[in-house]
């Protein structure tokens, strides 16, 4: 029997692929071509990038610990500046403490002040800034029973600065010019710092120091006038809702020598009435016992 003979079976035509359309909006748009911009501006650049990314990790790493190096070499600076302080004002005895007592004393006023210079001359070798400022401002403060020349001398040095420890040194140095006789010197630095926009030192504190001076120097109108200002912005002071503030120990004082020193004056201070807790001015009423 003939073999059939196959036949070849026609290739079928395959239809044409189309591609599928691809919607972009703006947005979508702007961002590919930048990203595209982008990766040509880098392109052949990717050590350079990586080395910049690193350097920049690097400098993060170093002010970091440099930042916490610092709040933490502050917080031993004002640990010892305080140290420091709590020995300059220890108390004077010649009794010893009972075993056990942490209560630092000294025998002698010169004695606490030694060791108080050395507390603080450690605080300005092993610190800078700030707090080595504050400790040579109590070093000039205590040198005034060891050495009054050299601590008068270091205060006038300090006080020629305009930031808070200038001020503080400036009324320091003024009490000890009005402590040594120098009236009129210690009333030109007062009237210095009255002048100031923001003293640290009180200015109620410094126009009492001025008329007292004032006040020896026989002076008398001026002084009235300060002691008078001082106790009539005391007694007209309020707080923040408004209710009046008792007179502090310096304003009371004040009053007292305008009371002394011009009576009829002293009557236009007129002291703030307390409120009491049930409303309104004067005693408080007593409650009737049954």
Excluded: H
């Amino acid at each position: 029997m003939a073999r059939k003979k196959r036949i070849p079976e026609a290739a079928l035509p395959t239809a044409e692929k189309k591609e599928t359309p691809q919607y972009r909006d703006a947005f979508q748009q702007t961002l590919t071509k930048r990203v595209e911009d982008a990766q040509k501006t880098f392109e052949g650049k990717g050590k350079t990038v990586l080395y910049a990314i690193a350097a920049l990790a690097v400098l993060c790493v170093i002010v970091l610990i440099v930042w916490r190096w610092s709040v933490a070499n502050e917080a031993r600076a004002q640990s010892a500046l305080g140290k420091a302080i709590e020995t300059s004002q220890a108390s004077i005895s010649d009794v010893p403490q009972p075993a056990g007592s942490t209560i630092r004393t000294f025998k002698t006023e010169k004695d606490r002040a030694e060791a108080a210079l050395k507390e603080f001359q450690a605080v300005v070798d092993n610190f800078g800034g700030a707090t080595a400022e504050k400790a040579k401002y109590f070093i000039a403060v205590n040198k005034l029973s060891i050495d009054r020349a050299a601590g008068i001398t270091e205060l006038e040095t300090l006080a020629k600065s305009s930031d808070n420890v200038g001020s503080l040194s400036k009324f320091a140095l003024a009490q000890a010019k009005a402590a040594d006789g120098k009236n009129d010197e210690a009333i030109a630095l007062y009237k210095e710092l009255t002048a100031s926009s923001d003293p640290v030192v009180p200015k109620e504190s410094i126009n009492f120091s001025l008329a007292q001076l004032l006040e020896k120097a026989g002076r008398k109108d001026e002084a009235v006038e300060l002691y008078f200002n001082i106790a009539k912005s005391a007694a007209e002071a309020k707080d923040t809702e408004g209710n009046p503030i008792p007179l502090g120990l310096t304003a009371r004082n004040a009053k007292e020598k305008v009371t002394e020193l011009n009576p009829e004056k002293a009557k236009e201070i007129v002291e703030p009435t307390p409120k009491s807790p049930l409303g309104g001015g004067g005693n408080i009423p007593l409650i009737p016992q049954q």
